[in-house]
């Protein structure tokens, strides 16, 4: 049984239905993106698609338990930002990107992505899987 961290792009696009043929059997996701998921409503450009990701943030709160960003998620951060910059990428514009690495580096999972460049130069770290 596969299990694995989904980010953010996969939870946008998850009842697409070839997002849904990739997804692991049992799914987790980060408090980071929860965050960013809660951000959504509060930035949409109108009225309805605010309602619309708000629902997308009340159907994960219903389905799935964050994981929390912990002292370990925190030592794995480490680890994640000094991979990206020895490949001469900039942590810092992908900041919640690399917090949601560390917390599937952290709890040992794959994580989840439709981004999979977005986590270029980590392959020794987290198992990447674009979907």
């Known amino acids: 049984m596969a299990s694995g961290l989904i980010d953010t792009s996969v939870v946008v696009d998850w009842h697409d239905p070839a997002v849904i043929a990739a997804l692991p059997d049992e799914m987790a996701v980060s ?5 960013e998921l809660a951000a959504g409503p509060q930035l949409a450009a109108s009225p309805v698609e605010a309602a619309k990701r ?12 964050p994981i929390p960003f912990d002292a370990a998620t925190a ?5 994640i930002v000094a991979a990206v ?7 810092r514009s992908r900041f919640a990107d690399l917090l949601i690495a560390a917390t ?6 794959d994580l989840y992505t439709r981004n999979g460049d977005d986590f ?8 990447v899987v674009t979907v």
Not at 85 to 91: A, D, L, T, Y
């Open 31 to 35: 408090v980071i993106t929860m965050a």
């Open 54 to 65: 708000q629902a997308r943030l009340q159907e994960v709160e219903s389905v799935l338990e």
């Open 75 to 79: 030592r794995s951060y480490g680890l």
């Open 85 to 91: 910059v020895r490949e001469g990428r900039k942590p």
């Open 104 to 109: 599937a580096h952290a709890s040992r999972l």
């Open 120 to 127: 270029t130069g980590l392959e020794g770290l987290v198992r």
